[in-house]
């Protein structure tokens, strides 16, 4: 047998295999996307909104609404069910020349073109300033009342002359409303323009409470039953599942996420049933996974200070680290990778921006009578986050390979 069909053999009894604990469509359902026929403790949010949106289109009125909440709470799964059925009551009443326009906020021009293109309108997608683009919205809700809901809303206050800009036009101008979706509990907060804030109803609310453990259960559960076949996950890992997502702040997508890591084992490596030790093997793989996620966004300077913190942690077996051991450290990592070096004020300024990120802690202890101080550092990102950070970043690689070598020759040691 060629290695080509030994190869299509393996990989024909894993898809085969997996039919054994994986449902067809089984990613569908673990979309954070995907909408439930019937979603779970979200039935009352959902009845808001939609008694909102059709008061918004039968009234004609420019009062905006304003929905908030912590990450994965179900906001935008309610808007979107909340938006079919009052469209469809609305029609069956007889309404007619108005739209609600779902958008997922961007860029400023970006939003601005997609809520164009939404309303009918072509415009270009360069070459337009964000007045003109709302002029032209303007002028196609002269025909037709237009709703628009602007989801993640807290990525406009990137600009915040452009987030006001945005702000006035949809509490201000005539024949248009819009719903606001927001992680943020007080974005009134963010607004200086008093004629905004005269017309911005915040008391128009929905407030998305954090999911508990009993209703994480219940919708991991639902979609579990969607996804796997029965058996396939134990009730202990469930529970363990759903204690840790509520504990963490209820958000259902990270959820969502340990369940899509179940099954691609189980489609890869054919492990079956999920039991509560595998289930807590998968949440530290998530876990590891999106927080050194969350650090590749850094600046190369504050990725070799956090590779040097590994290494002294790993190699010289230390919970906190020197400053100045620290800063020798980096230095030496620079020259490997073929960059100047830095001064210490440049190294204080990023151990500050590392600080204000929460990804080290630091800590000033006395060195004895008459000796002064020094600054530790503490890593408040876990070892193998960093690990992880280090092993996917083509830039690291030879400061990674580095490290390997050192941590190889002490463990030979031992």
């Known amino acids: 047998m060629s290695d080509k069909n030994l190869l299509e053999k393996i990989i024909l009894e894993k898809v085969q295999k997996s039919s054994e604990f994986l449902k067809p469509q089984w990613r569908q359902y673990l979309e954070f996307n995907y909408t439930p026929p019937y979603p779970k403790h979200r039935e009352r949010e959902i009845q808001d909104i939609a008694l909102k949106l059709i008061d918004n ?20 799964m309610s808007f979107k069910i909340a938006h079919d059925i009052a469209f469809s009551i609305l029609k069956n009443l007889g309404e007619k020349d108005f739209q609600i326009i779902y958008v997922k906020s961007g860029k400023p021009i970006q939003t601005a073109v997609e809520i164009c293109m939404k309303s009918g309108v072509e415009v270009p997608r360069t070459g337009f300033s964000v007045e003109d683009y709302l002029k032209t919205i303007e002028k196609a809700s002269k025909n037709q009342y ?28 005539e024949n248009v409303s819009a719903t606001f979706i927001t992680n943020r509990l007080n974005l009134a907060k963010e607004i200086k323009d008093i ?10 609310s929905v407030q998305f409470r954090p999911y508990d453990k009993d209703q994480v259960r219940d919708i991991l559960q639902e979609r579990i039953k969607m996804a796997f076949v029965d058996g396939s996950i134990t009730e202990e890992a469930v529970d363990l599942l759903s204690k840790k997502i509520a504990d963490d702040g209820g958000d259902i997508r990270k959820g969502l996420s340990i369940l899509q890591i179940c099954g691609e084992k189980a489609l890869r490596e054919g492990v079956y049933p999920i039991t509560k030790e595998l ?14 996620k969350r650090l590749e966004a850094l600046p190369l300077s504050d990725k070799i200070i956090l590779a040097a913190i590994y290494k002294c942690i790993v190699v010289d077996l230390s919970d906190a680290v020197r400053t100045d051991n620290l800063f020798a450290e980096q230095d ?8 100047e070096g830095i001064s210490y004020d440049s190294f204080t300024t990023y151990l500050g921006r590392l600080v204000a990120y929460g990804v080290i802690s630091m800590k000033k202890q006395g060195l004895g009578r008459g000796r002064g101080t020094m600054s530790y550092v503490h890593l408040r990102y876990s ?6 950070l280090l092993e996917n970043d083509e830039s690291l690689r030879k400061i990674f390979e580095i490290i390997y070598s050192e941590i190889q020759r002490r463990r030979s040691k031992l």
Do not use: W
């Not at 905004?196 to 008391?203: E, G, H, K, R």
């Open 279 to 292: 289930m807590s093997e998968y949440i530290r793989e998530y876990e590891i996974n999106a927080d050194s």
């Open 195 to 204: 004629r905004i804030l005269s017309t911005f109803n915040i008391l128009n």
């Open 383 to 388: 070892q193998g986050v960093i690990r992880k």
């Open 146 to 173: 237009l709703h628009i809901c602007l989801d993640e809303f807290d990525n406009l206050l990137i600009n915040k002359t452009h987030f006001e800009k945005f702000l006035y036009f949809f509490t201000r101008t």
């Open 57 to 76: 289109v039968k009234y004609r009125s420019t009062r905006n609404i304003l929905i908030h909440g912590p990450p994965g709470s179900g906001k935008t």
């Open 332 to 339: 030496y990592y620079r020259k490997v990778l073929g960059l």
